[in-house]
């Protein structure tokens, strides 16, 4: 059994190994949806891309532009009464945001049901937030799954909930419910039959009446307590006669049943399984029968204050041990030894700590090999901060005279050595807002912002047309290698994916760019190295707005499709040694196919090189 | 079957994973509980993986430090990311082979010594077993089967899964590759074997 088919394939009674995204994907399928789309935000990328691989689904799965498209989509289907799952990490859901609250307040008729991912300990990249807060400000009702059985049931269930309260439903799940896989049993597939309609209804689906939106918010406070109340079985409550109570949330709460049965422990416990409403009747019954109390949860004390505020009700008689007043953190992630070192604050003597281990951990430290996150061999974006670099050095700046932003995606491994180009990483599509804002400061210098191809779909155009719009002197490269590759390769509306069943419209870049009014426009392929770095001198130079387009393709995907193909090889009597060179190959590109061979030489893996040529224009020895 | 926890590591694409979802479909192949954790990150730009494999019915989806029972390791230098969590005595199954990056390139005494390395290994466990898994990947004809060879050391050092099991969770995990899979799983079982008894 191949762990990587899943979702369809199996019947119920039949248990499969899935991971937490995997379980989601498949609560999709077994709820009957109509849709499910996002945009890639790792760790969420999964559920879409599992189901893309899924023959015979039945309904439709696609990638959006980006998190609000993608979640408006979700409403279309939702308000014309059939069911959609929308997914995403935790920054598409700022992106969201805007529609996401605007809809919760106007309901959902069909079952709306919104993933977002968080990432504690940041494994993947960028803000550590804990999106439950978004449950408060969006007055929206969510379900924390701790395991991915739950993932599915709860997801499974939340179309339901969605339906009988009348409003979009949030899942929270993080990095790790994400990646980790167990025995699941799955349901059964449901099939919805249901003609799609619309009713006009302004005072529900509009917001332009003050008081329409007043009793929007009203009938929404009202929805989300029917939901507390059809949920309360998700919130089990174990009191016995213990002093000590813990409660907990999300995976803590594997992790607290790892400690509690090792070390026979038997507090009374509230599992958390709905984040909000939270179950504030529970929270009170267990407070009232303990003297001490530990929360479990990642990243904010959410919960924590909420159990502060109910303790201040009761005269504080109870001790709460969280992230508070310490000691546990609200930062990184958790794990075994987390809960069992915030336990043993309580049960001193029934948790020994763990001494050798660390002992080990001192010596292994000191032995890590230091590993540079850079462009995969034959990356096209090597080939373009390496112009970059260079065209900046031949107009005779210094490296820190001229202000490089960076963008999200592979583009942002520009920062990294050997090129250290991006200065600088906000959001999606900020890297042109930003340059524009550093010039609006008076910066002398060439300002050039840098961005992906499908990051500049999915925000950058209203940054570039602002920009052009008030003839700013900037230079905009965006680096076109047609996928969205960091993220796992996903296509977006510029990529031209031959597995396409239907008839697609692929956008191209430089027609957008031409529209927005700007003339100064090259289109180059980037590893046509001499003709890059003049290209970059002229628009550098140029007073008036200029955007390269830096065309060519994923290096991975081109390989996937098109086997072969040649590889560049060091000629060992020309080449004078890593040592003595003064801008060696290696340390100039960081190619990860180029090598040193055992007599100090450079060498080139021919099993991985790709031939870009890049170490050839580099080399002054004439030595590839 | 009691509870048997293993750290798998190595460098992003060097199959750390595949060989993690071959464990575990071997494992359910025996009706044996497991839980997997993959713990990735920005990996296929040049950082290390690791992996939880927990079989035997766990709580928690990550091994507690100082927990593991064993360690299967790709990349000689990655043993150090994830050492801690073996517990004393556990036992390890290590790649002698290197993988440079772009600091290691440059100045190759950066790199830390094999000596050192096993030392360490040795200040927790007596039980460890070097593999020149690149050399034998190679000579099975398979230079990327590193992670075959090392999954057959661990097999023939360990009753936890019938070696059936495993070979047929290959086979099953990627059809287009049995063969040269197979036959890197078998040159690390052997190499293993007779090591044994050196």
């Known amino acids: ?624 | 079957m009691k509870q048997y926890d293993l750290v798998l590591s190595g460098l992003g694409g060097q199959g750390v994973m595949t060989i993690s979802q071959v464990l575990a479909a071997a494992a359910l192949r025996e009706n044996v509980d497991v839980k997997l954790f993959e713990g990735t990150g920005i990996t296929q730009r040049g950082g290390g993986v690791f992996s939880f494999v927990r079989f035997g019915g766990a709580y928690s989806p990550k091994i507690p430090v100082g927990e593991a029972d064993a360690i299967i390791c790709l990349e000689i230098s990655e043993i150090a990311s994830v050492i801690s969590y073996l517990k004393q005595q556990g036992r390890v199954w290590t790649n002698t082979g290197k993988i440079h990056g772009y600091y290691t390139k440059l100045r190759p005494e950066s790199y830390p010594a094999r000596e050192e390395i096993e030392a360490m290994i040795r200040s927790r466990t007596s039980h460890l077993h070097m593999l020149p898994a690149d050399k034998l990947a190679r000579e099975a004809g398979s230079p990327q089967a590193v992670n075959m060879v090392l999954l057959g050391a661990f097999s023939s050092g360990n009753s936890l899964l019938k070696r059936e099991s495993i070979t047929w969770a290959i086979e099953e995990t990627n059809k287009r590759f049995a063969q040269a899979n197979l036959e890197a799983f078998r040159k690390g079982y052997e190499f293993a074997k007779n090591e044994e008894g050196v």
């Open chain 1, 1 to 624: 059994m191949s762990v990587q088919r899943s979702t369809r394939e199996h019947g119920p009674k039949e248990q499969i190994l899935l991971s937490g995204n995997q379980a989601i994907a498949r609560a999709a399928v077994e709820a009957g949806v109509s849709l499910v789309t996002g945009y890639p935000g790792t760790p969420s990328t999964y559920v879409i891309e599992d189901l893309l691989r899924t023959p015979d689904l039945g309904f439709r799965v696609e990638w959006s532009i980006n998190e609000k498209v993608a979640f408006e989509l979700a409403t279309g289907v939702s308000w014309a009464g059939l069911r959609s799952l929308v997914t995403m990490k935790m920054s598409g859901l700022n992106v969201a945001a805007d529609s996401f609250l605007s809809v919760q307040y106007s309901g959902a008729t069909g079952g709306l049901v919104l993933y977002v991912a968080d990432d504690p300990n940041v494994y993947y990249g960028m803000v550590e937030q804990d999106s439950r807060h978004y449950a408060r400000l969006a007055v929206a009702p969510m379900l924390m799954p701790a395991t991915p059985q739950e993932a599915l049931d709860f997801t499974r269930f939340a179309f339901t909930l969605s339906e009988q309260i009348g409003r979009p439903v949030m899942i929270q799940g993080t990095t790790t419910l994400a990646n980790t896989y167990e025995l699941v049993n799955p349901g059964q597939i449901e099939s919805i039959q249901r003609e799609p309609s619309f009713e006009f209804n302004i005072a529900k689906y509009a917001k332009a009446g003050a008081a329409a939106c007043v009793i929007q918010h009203q009938d929404t406070l009202k929805a989300l307590e029917r939901f507390g109340i059809l949920t309360e079985d998700l919130n089990p409550l174990s009191v016995n006669g213990s002093k000590i109570g813990v409660i907990a949330t999300g995976v803590t709460w594997n992790y607290l049943q790892e400690v509690l049965h090792r070390y026979r422990l038997k507090p009374s416990t509230l599992k958390v399984g709905v984040a909000h409403p939270l179950p504030t009747k529970k929270i009170e019954a267990l407070l009232s029968k303990v003297d001490t109390v530990v929360v479990l949860e990642e990243l904010e004390p959410f919960i924590e204050e909420t159990v502060m505020a109910l303790n201040g009700k009761m005269d504080h008689r109870v001790e709460v041990i969280g992230k508070i007043h310490g000691p546990l953190s609200r930062t990184g992630d958790y794990d075994v030894d987390v809960v069992a070192s915030a336990l043993g604050e309580v049960y001193r003597e029934g948790i020994p700590q763990s001494q050798t281990a660390r002992g080990v951990s001192e010596q292994a430290q000191d032995l890590k090999v230091k590993r540079l996150n850079t462009f995969c061999v034959g990356c096209p974006h090597r080939a373009t901060y390496y112009a970059l670099n260079q065209a900046i050095e031949k107009l005779g700046y210094k490296k820190h005279e001229v202000i490089i932003t960076g963008d999200i995606g592979c583009t942002i491994l520009g920062m990294n050595e050997p090129f250290q180009s991006c200065w600088t990483e906000i959001s999606m599509g900020s890297s042109i807002s930003l340059a524009q804002g550093f010039k609006y400061a008076g910066i002398k210098t060439p300002v050039v912002a840098t961005i992906g191809d499908g990051t500049f779909f999915h925000a950058g155009i209203p940054a570039l047309l602002n920009a052009s719009h008030n003839k700013t002197n900037l230079t905009v490269i965006i680096l076109d290698n047609h996928w969205a590759s960091m993220t796992g390769m996903q296509p977006h509306v510029g990529s031209g994916d031959p597995s396409y069943a239907e008839e697609k419209q692929v956008i191209m870049v430089e027609g957008i760019v031409r529209a927005s009014g700007i003339e100064n426009v090259w289109r180059v392929n980037p590893y046509q190295t001499k003709r890059m770095i003049e290209t970059v001198m002229d628009a550098v130079s140029s007073p008036e707005i200029s955007v390269i387009i830096s065309d060519a393709e994923c290096a991975i995907q081109k390989r996937r499709r098109k086997k072969g193909g040649g590889f560049l090889k060091v000629k060992p009597e020309k080449c004078v040694g890593l040592e003595a060179c003064e801008h060696s190959c290696i340390e100039v590109l960081g190619c990860p196919a180029l090598g040193r061979s055992e007599d100090g030489k450079a060498f080139i893996d021919p099993s991985i090189c790709t031939a870009c040529g890049l170490c050839h224009h580099v080399c002054s020895y004439g030595a590839i």
